[in-house]
């Protein structure tokens, strides 16, 4: 009897049908009302982890949802033990411990999902986790998340406007957590404090003018950020390269400027220069203490409310500089009494991609949110739904202004999306060489892959670790 030959080529695995129950690890501030909420009403069980049953059953209680959701306590073995096949895991500890808690999923069959970055231990998990059919969501909260569907929209967009000609792109990407009314130290605490101030020691890396350069003190990078008539300071933060690729510009595009950072309410660089002077000295001890004392002066009290701004924006010219398209998104939310705008806009975005795995929407292995622009609409679709909406401005052809609107608060105004950065050094390497304007400045990548943006440079700066603590990006 003859046989057809077999493909030696292994088949893409299938998703692993969810169960339909969502295990929700972790009660800190960015597990809020909206996420858990929505989970509630789209699971068949969700349960609620915390040290004690008690501490995640005061939780439900504070925001409203007892008895839409089942409290537990994190004794040894427990979670273990409750983790079924097709369950979702969902990580809201911090990032050192995503690792540990997605090999626990993948061993009894279940898929993960977190707000953080892909680090190489994930992504390693990810990889292993495929081959079982399951779901690991990173990446889906607000920075990164958000700003993630927000970009792949605009470069979609783009792509679709300019067609197959030769382009200079432009891109930038700032969010921040900040204060709804700014007190003189434009800014509050709620997050771990000493992980807030270390972040600036670790040295930025971003495209501006057409190469890439790396600032070791990315607040000397510092400029204004105007955005519907409100000035903002934003500065580079850690290593953007990586999100060149992973937005998929086309190949034809040379990219420019690439710049991902955090946004601060104006007057913030001068209000931080104390902090400044210890971190450059670099004494984690004086650091330590620094950040025990401001936190302890610039609480989050309960009177205090919070502001998420994030703004992308993307300007496309042709080689010679004629502007073909431009685009940006704005997304500015207050917080109420009931919920922060931070862990609404954390919590939301994740819930929406748990809802995802249960509808068995989404390919296994790694997904870094939505990575595709169909995904990202449905995604910023169903946010819409839910109140958080990203003010939109579009514009084509001659007469296209940038959209970066970055200026340099020393005096020295950029030009047209030109930012400088005092304190960076050029590496003499084009990202994407070719002319076009510059750019500004984000946040914190982890490990990524792809083959579209700007090429890696020929020698880079040793970039620090993570700072000490879950600190959510642009917070």
Not at 176 to 201: H, I, K, M, Q, T
Not at 283 to 295: H, I, S, V
Not at 375 to 401: C, F, K, N, Q
Request: aromatic share 6%; glycine share 14%.
């Amino acid at each position: 009897m003859n046989r057809e030959p077999r493909s030696s080529t292994p088949e893409t695995p299938r998703t692993a049908p969810a169960s339909g129950v969502v295990h929700w690890v972790g009660t800190g501030l960015s597990s809020g009302r909206g996420g858990l909420g929505l989970l509630a009403g789209r699971a068949r069980r969700v349960v609620l982890w915390d040290r004690t049953a008690d501490r995640a059953a005061r939780r439900l209680d504070a925001l409203g949802l007892t008895g839409r959701a089942e409290p537990r306590g994190l004794e040894p073995g427990a979670l273990a033990a409750a983790v079924g096949p097709g369950d979702v895991l969902v990580s809201m500890l911090p990032a050192t411990v995503h690792p540990e808690l997605l090999n626990l999923a993948a061993g009894r069959g279940a898929h993960f999902a977190c707000t953080s970055y892909t680090s190489a231990e994930l992504a390693e998990g990810a990889a292993a986790a495929a081959g079982q059919g399951l779901v690991v969501l990173t990446e889906a909260g607000l920075d990164p998340g958000i700003d993630h569907l927000l970009a792949h929209d605009l470069v979609d967009r783009a792509r679709r406007a300019v067609g197959d000609r030769p382009a200079a792109a432009v891109f930038t990407s700032y969010c921040g957590g900040l204060p709804a009314v700014p007190n003189d130290f434009r800014y509050r605490f709620s997050w771990a404090p000493y992980g807030v101030l270390a972040a600036l020691g670790t040295p930025a890396h971003y495209a501006e003018d057409g190469a890439w350069r790396t600032a070791r003190q990315p607040w000397l990078a510092t400029r204004t950020l105007t955005l519907a008539g409100e000035d903002f300071e934003v500065y580079p933060n850690r290593d953007s390269e990586p999100f060149a690729a992973q937005y998929g510009f086309p190949d034809h595009w040379r990219l420019t400027g690439f710049v991902r950072g955090t946004l601060r309410n104006a007057g913030w660089r001068a209000a931080w220069s104390e902090v400044f002077d210890t971190v450059r000295a670099g004494d984690e001890e004086r650091t330590r203490a620094l950040a025990k004392q401001l936190a302890e002066r610039y609480p989050t009290t309960e009177a205090d409310r919070d502001r998420v701004v994030l703004h992308v924006a993307l300007n496309v010219t042709d080689p010679g500089g004629t502007p073909l398209w431009r685009g940006s998104r704005l997304l500015d939310l207050t917080g109420t009494a009931a919920e922060s705008a931070m862990a609404r806009c954390v919590s939301l975005p994740l819930a929406l991609g748990v809802v995802r795995i249960l509808d068995g929407a989404l390919r296994p292995g790694l997904n870094r949110a939505a990575e595709s622009p169909a995904e990202a609409a449905a995604w910023l679709d169903a946010l819409a739904g839910h109140g958080i909406r990203a003010d939109a401005e579009e514009s084509t052809g001659p007469g296209t202004t940038d959209p970066t609107g970055t200026t340099d608060p020393t005096g020295t105004t950029g030009t047209s999306g030109t930012i400088g950065a005092p304190g960076a050094t050029g590496t003499g390497r084009a990202p994407g060489a070719g002319t076009g304007t510059g750019t500004g400045i984000t946040d914190s990548p982890g490990t990524r892959g792809g083959a579209a943006g700007p090429p890696r440079p020929a020698s880079r700066t040793e970039r620090d670790a993570p700072p000490e603590g879950e600190v959510p990006h642009g917070a």
